[in-house]
């Protein structure tokens, strides 16, 4: 199945930057805070989002891009 691309570019940006953040934390507070698994998985989806340019949760609610811009 092709999805079409449903998340702008510049929130493509920021979805990438914001999941190695949280990814960066997850790696550092591994052993020490229960937060890091989940801020691991989240960064993790946030980051494959941004890369493919396709949100489910997005399609789901019929988020579109505009195709004049």
Request: aromatic share 8%; glycine share 12%.
């Amino acid at each position: 199945m092709i999805y079409v691309k449903n998340v702008p570019n510049w929130e493509r940006v920021v979805r990438v930057v914001m999941g190695a953040i949280a990814i960066a934390f997850a790696v550092v507070n591994w052993g020490v805070s229960n937060v890091a698994v989940g801020a691991g998985v989240m960064g993790a989806v946030l980051a494959l989002s941004g890369l493919v340019g396709f949100c489910p949760m997005c399609a789901m609610l019929g988020r579109q891009l505009d195709k004049r811009a």
